[in-house]
C-alpha cells in the first residue's frame, strides 16, 4: 500500500491532512510531518482537526497552521485520515465524499479509505510517514525529524512500551541526526505543564484505589471536577500512566466522567496484558499497553464491566464479599 500512497501523492497536487478528535502525540507528529513532506514537494497542503492543538504539542513545528474543521466544504485530490479506527472517528462532516487514504497502525482498523495503509509492525503511525518521506526521496530536514519523534516519543510510552524495539531506537537516533531535539521535545511534552493540569492530576491521584490483588488500579474524575478547578480536557493527558509507576500494579483505568453517567476510560498495561481487547469489548481499541472505550452508566456500574473484564483476562477470581 505504500506504493500506492507514493504513487498518489506524486500525481496529486492539493491534499488535507486530518486525524481522531482530542489528538495525541502520533496523530500530531505524524499529521505534521506529512504536511512537511508534502510541502517540501510543493504540494497544497491543509492541516485540520475538529479540536484545537493540545496544550503540550503547541510547540510542535507547524502546529501553528492547524485549522480547526467542522465540515469538508471544498474538494481536494485526497484527504489523509491519520490514526483513526473508523471514518467518524475525526468528528468532520464530509469526509465520506472524498478519496481518503487510511494511515494507521493499529491493527483493528476499519478498512475505510480508499486507500487502506495499515502496518501493525509499526510503533507509531510517525514511523510510517518516516518510511513514507523517505520513499518520496524527501530529504528529512528538522521539522520532520522533530514531528516524527514526538510520534515515537509517545506512542511508545517515552520508550516504555513493549512496541519499542530495536527499529524504534535506529529510527530515533536517524531523526537525532536530522535535527530532532530529544531534550527540547521532552521539556515541550513532559516539563510545561499548566498549573491546572496539576491541580487536576492531584484532585485524580487522591481516588486512587487497587484490587485486593494490587494487580489492577484505577482512579476517576467525575463530572464537575474540571469546571471547579478551571482545567480542559487538554490537561487529561498522561493521567492514567502515574499509577503504573506502583510496583505491583500491572493495569489501570481511568473513569473519566465527562457528561453524568457518560464514562470515557483509559486503559493502561505492562508486561504481557492487551487492554486492546478489552477495550474492543466497549467499542473501543487501540495499543496492547495503551487504549481506550467508553461506557454509560453509573460509576459503580462501569467500574464492575470494566475491573472484571481485566480481572477475567489477567486470571483472578475476585474474592467474595462476607
Not at 2 to 13: A, F, R
Not at 171 to 180: D, P
Not at 305 to 320: D, F, K, Y
Request: glycine fraction near 8%; proline fraction near 3%.
Amino acid at each position: 500500500m505504500l506504493s500506492q500512497v507514493v504513487e498518489l501523492i506524486e500525481s496529486k497536487q492539493r491534499f488535507l491532512i486530518t486525524s481522531h478528535v482530542r489528538p495525541d502525540g502520533d496523530s500530531m507528529g505524524s499529521s505534521l510531518a506529512l504536511f512537511w513532506t508534502l510541502q517540501s514537494l510543493g504540494k497544497e497542503v491543509v492541516v485540520a482537526f475538529k479540536d484545537n492543538v493540545p496544550y503540550s504539542y503547541r510547540d510542535l513545528p507547524g502546529a501553528q497552521e492547524v485549522q480547526r474543521m467542522a465540515e469538508v466544504e471544498e474538494p481536494f485530490d485526497a484527504i489523509f485520515v491519520i490514526e483513526c479506527s473508523d471514518m467518524n472517528r475525526p468528528a468532520i462532516g464530509g469526509l465520506e465524499k472524498q478519496f481518503v487514504v487510511n494511515i494507521d497502525h493499529h491493527s483493528t482498523t476499519a478498512l475505510f479509505g480508499n486507500i487502506n495503509w495499515i502496518d501493525s509492525t509499526a510503533a507509531a503511525v510517525g514511523e510510517m510517514i518516516y518510511n513514507l518521506c523517505k520513499a518520496l526521496g524527501v530529504t528529512v530536514n528538522q521539522e520532520i525529524a522533530e514531528c516524527v519523534y514526538t510520534a515515537l516519543l509517545t506512542d511508545t510510552g517515552s520508550f516504555h512500551f513493549s512496541n519499542t524495539t530495536e527499529r524504534t531506537f535506529k529510527i530515533a537516533s536517524e531523526l537525532v541526526k536530522r535535527g530532532a531535539r530529544p531534550a527540547h521535545i521532552s521539556h515541550s511534552l513532559f516539563y510545561s505543564n499548566p498549573y491546572s493540569k496539576i491541580k487536576l492530576l492531584g484532585k485524580v491521584l487522591a481516588s486512587l484505589e487497587r484490587d485486593e490483588t494490587g494487580r489492577i488500579a484505577w482512579v476517576v474524575m467525575p463530572h464537575n471536577l474540571m469546571g471547579q478547578i478551571g482545567a480542559t480536557e487538554d490537561d487529561l493527558d498522561g493521567i492514567v500512566n502515574y499509577p503504573l509507576s506502583v510496583g505491583e500494579v500491572e493495569v489501570v483505568a481511568f473513569f473519566k466522567e465527562m457528561q453524568p453517567e457518560h464514562f470515557r476510560i483509559s486503559l493502561r498495561s505492562k508486561g504481557t496484558v492487551n487492554v486492546a481487547k478489552i477495550a474492543e469489548k466497549f467499542g473501543g481499541g487501540g495499543h496492547k499497553n495503551a487504549s481506550g472505550c467508553s461506557v454509560k452508566g453509573k460509576l459503580e456500574i462501569a467500574e464492575q464491566q470494566i475491573l472484571g473484564s481485566l480481572q477475567t483476562a489477567m486470571g483472578i477470581i475476585p474474592v467474595a464479599a462476607d
